[in-house]
């Protein structure tokens, strides 16, 4: 069985002013990878202009594309819009799906705050707390659902938020609670995956793995990486 390169980027946060141009990059990464993958806060904002100039730059690909959303590309409540204008581009944008590409599953939402281990927020007190974990949940029953549709041997789970607290350290660990929830992790180990990547913590760790042993990685686009580039280049 052939291996599959993907490419793998997070927060380019591009914004409407264009100040940073991703043309070039994309162009690269269709030249080292078989497939590109961005895990979430695509645009700076949310908003739809920013979509646009993402799309245009996406011209630059001769790969497929496999995203999800993140916090930044809700911001500005317009996430139907900018989903349309990313998914005419021909982007696979994940929200609870999978797609399969070259005999590799391609699973992905973006996930939710929560927490990690035993410090994670229980369903308990006031109706805002239990509103947040209830989000939290359902975005594990999403990945869930995508990963019961990956009927792939080989697996890439992709997530905005972190699945695991190692791939955050080097974050304020005040703010840990908000950059992402074991719920995923737990839904993770219970299949076989032979990846994880995520972004949002653009000041964690790169590697690290869930309980079980799945591979988890930092891919957010200040993260440093074996590369030297802002992107990851994994082999599945």
Known sequence: MSKLKVAAVADLHVKEDRSVSYAELFSEMSKAADVLVIAGDLTDLGKPVEAELLADDLKSCTVPVVAVLGNHDHQGDATEEVSSILVKAGVHLLNG????????????????????????????????????????????????????????????????????????????????????????????????????????????????????????????????????????????
Do not use: C, W
Not at 110 to 129: P, Q, T, V, Y
Not at 153 to 180: C, D, M, N, S, W
């Open 97 to 236: 799906q999978a797609v399969e590409i070259s005999g590799v599953g391609f699973a992905g939402t973006k996930g939710f705050i929560g927490g990690f281990g035993r410090h994670m927020l229980g369903s308990f007190g006031e109706a805002a707390i239990k509103t947040m974990v209830s989000e939290s949940v359902d975005e594990a029953m999403r990945l869930e659902n995508a990963l019961r549709n990956t009927r792939a041997q080989r697996a890439l789970v992709i997530l905005h938020y972190a699945p695991i607290a190692e791939t955050v350290a080097g974050e304020p660990k005040e703010i840990y609670p908000f950059l992402g929830s074991s719920r995923l992790a737990e839904t993770i180990d219970r299949f076989q995956v032979s990846a994880v990547v995520h972004g949002h913590a653009h000041k964690g760790t790169y590697e690290g793995q869930t309980p079980g042993g799945a591979p988890v990685f930092n891919v957010a686009a200040h993260i440093e990486k074996p590369t030297g580039r802002p992107y990851a280049i994994l082999e599945l």
